[in-house]
């Protein structure tokens, strides 16, 4: 769906997206997708710079972008909780091409977020501190997803984490790594289970906390219709995070399967009045809970593309953001993705 750009001068930092080449796993005969997961993935099997630049310069005014992990580009060989520092030194590279100018203005990947396995406790800061040595100063945190549920059908090929995450002691010993060295944590998990994050943030005061997609609501598997009926419980939750300083809130993620919403994979695509008209109870609960200060936009792209293009994604945000002061909507939209991930754009 093509649709003119809203508010085209509006400056936008991006701070959720993945790169990934997963053409290899698309190969040979496939059976059918058995989880909307799996059909987005064939739907965008390759998502690198040139797939990145084509999005973010379509007509937004996208400034910045921040890279969030997703397993690519691991490294090979020797130690495995060191393999995902393969995928920093991967990113850095693809900062680096855009740092020099020559694909334009915007500065993609300014900054990185990438994994460590924090089960491995006090091991783990061994581990921050090779990423932190090839990140080019663009390191800014790690993401290790809770996400997990009593219903496979919930995650589908995700749905291999175990329950209880961030209330684990190893978990937290390699947590507590992390404000020392200056780094923020971004926090994967279900609405169901957004009472461990609480505990956790309770605990860890001293760092910054980021809720991913809103908390992820769940409309799928066992809780097919139901989004509304838990829908008191996930503004709860979401009030008891915002009643922690340390935590911040990402506006995005409704795309994806899990909430199960109508516009997901829908033919024909929705337009951003529609995605905005689902979402809208959501962001507009996060913004009030949390301030537009402490909330910023995410595309989550390419992931987020089975609902709609980049351009109507931030269509739909700006529809949302409609009626906010010019300061509000600076946070939104720039300016709470750079002092959380401390960017100099």
Request: with cysteine.
């Given at each position: 769906?093509?649709?003119?750009i ?79 520092v ?12 855009a ?9 993609a ?50 749905a ?58 769940l ?35 409704l ?5 199960g ?85």
């Amino acid at each position: 769906m093509t649709e003119d750009i809203l508010e085209p001068d509006l400056p936008i930092i991006d701070p959720h997206h993945h790169l990934w080449d997963r053409r290899a796993a698309m190969t040979g005969e496939l059976p059918p997708p058995k989880h909307g997961f799996e059909a987005m993935l064939r739907m965008v099997p390759l998502y690198l710079f040139p797939e990145l630049l084509a999005d973010t310069t379509g007509g937004h005014n996208v400034i910045g972008t921040v890279y969030m992990e997703c397993g690519a580009m691991y490294g090979q060989g020797g130690d495995a909780a060191f393999r995902p520092v393969g995928e920093t030194e991967f990113v850095n590279g693809v900062a680096a091409m855009a740092a020099s100018g020559t694909y334009g203005p915007s500065r993609a990947c300014a900054g990185i977020v990438g994994h460590v396995d924090l089960t491995l406790g006090a091991a783990a800061k061994a581990v921050l501190d090779a990423h932190l040595a090839a990140g080019g100063g663009r390191f800014r945190g790690i993401r290790h997803a809770a996400a997990s549920d009593p219903d496979p059908a919930v995650l589908g090929p995700l749905a291999h984490r175990p329950p209880g995450l961030y209330l684990d002691k190893a978990f937290r010993e390699g947590f507590a790594q992390l404000a020392p060295l200056g780094l923020s944590f971004d926090a994967w998990l279900l609405e169901p289970q957004l009472g461990d994050l609480i505990d956790l943030a309770r605990a860890f005061p001293d760092t910054t906390i980021v809720v991913d997609h809103v908390g992820t609501p769940l409309g799928i598997g066992a809780y097919a219709g139901r989004r509304s009926e838990r829908f008191g419980v996930w503004r709860d939750n979401m009030a008891a995070l915002a009643a922690l300083p340390n935590v911040n809130v990402k506006l995005g993620g409704l795309a994806m399967v899990f909430p199960g919403f109508d516009s997901y994979m829908s033919e024909p695509p929705a337009s951003s009045a529609t995605l905005a008209d689902e979402w809208r109870p959501y962001v507009a609960a996060c913004i009030e809970a949390f301030g537009p200060r402490r909330c910023m936009f995410e595309s989550n792209f390419p992931v987020d593309r089975a609902s709609c293009t980049y351009n109507v994604l931030w269509n739909a945000f700006k529809i949302l953001s409609h009626g906010y002061s010019a300061e509000d909507k600076t946070a939104l939209f720039s300016d709470t993705a750079r002092r959380v991930y401390r960017l100099d754009i």
